[in-house]
């Protein structure tokens, strides 16, 4: 490594750390942009071709910003596009923010963006924010931490400013919401994964739920119950086998379910049959998961500040870990 580059890094890891507590991070579809939330609003970062350093390339405009806790990158299709949800205390409830970029420009210079739109009439704290595959169409789902799920639709593509409520459903009984995940399968009905916290008899675990298009409304087609509050779900990006998977951090636990998603009923609501598969254990909490492209790997972050890459045995199918990122935390 050159000096230059030497400096470069440290320049990055510097400015990054500058931002104090990151309450949420994301990637765009490449992996070379990236998303911050903190007390510093939200930042996009980029990744230069020839190191590995990130350097910051804008600040999003917008009131309420430092309160994001939630952020999705939406398919590059449709531009390059993030939402954020927030708890927005001053204005009664979380809102979400839609932003777009609207100048790109070369490397080393900062971009410009532009606030699109501003959902509001969430009711409290915006806990999730989702773009659906791009098979579905631009639509934004936003989880509320009261239970309530909202699905807005972009009725300007080109445009971004104009979303509409097209439906939206709440988790029932005393649960609260944690996070949300899409199906990715571009074949058979939208799907939603929707984590949620230990509210007794009510729903706890992970919630499967599916649109049933004929009558513009979501039906619950599984429960999976959890001992401990579901902190975070993963859906697999591709089929394994003709089935889903899907992960749900419980506690020190990640549990994998095998969804098989059968015909349509009568009254179009999908059927969904969910068998467990693995239990993953980890040294404490597990905050965040996600899969690599080719549903191979499960990379899993605990509070501890450690990532455990997990993978399948060929031979037997057990699920075992491959590989152990120490973090500062745990140092």
Known sequence: MTQMQQ??????????AGLGLATAVC?????????????KGVVIWKNSDSSSAWSRRAVLPGEGTKDCGTLAWAHPEYGNVIAAGSNDVAKEGGRVYVWEE?????????????L?????????????????????????AA????????????????????????SYFSIGGECMVQGLEWCPSPAGPAMLAVACTNGGNSGAGVQVWSYVEPFARWTLSATLPCAATVAA????????????????????????WRLN?????????????????ARLPHSSSVCQMEWNMTASTLATSTADGNVTLW??????????PQALVVGDAAL
Not at 261 to 277: S, Y
């Open 7 to 16: 400096d470069t890094e440290a320049k990055s890891v510097s400015q990054l």
């Open 27 to 39: 990637y765009d579809c490449y992996g070379t942009q990236m998303a911050t939330c903190s007390e």
């Open 102 to 114: 609207v100048t790109p420009t070369a490397s080393g210079e900062e971009s410009a963006w532009a």
């Open 116 to 140: 699109r739109s501003t959902l509001g009439e969430c009711g409290a704290a915006v806990v999730g924010v989702r773009f659906a595959p791009p098979a579905k169409g631009l639509w934004l």
């Open 143 to 166: 989880a509320a931490s009261n239970g309530t799920i909202r699905l807005y639709e972009c009725l300007g593509a080109l445009e971004l400013k104009h979303w509409d409520l097209q």
């Open 233 to 256: 779900v993963a859906w697999s990006p591709m089929q394994i086998a003709e089935h889903e998977l899907l992960a749900g951090a419980s506690g020190d636990l990640v549990i994998l």
């Open 261 to 277: 998603v059968g015909p349509l009923k009568e009254d179009g609501t999908a059927t969904v049959h969910a068998e467990e598969v």
């Open 311 to 320: 993978s399948s045995n060929l031979a037997t199918g057990d699920w075992q």
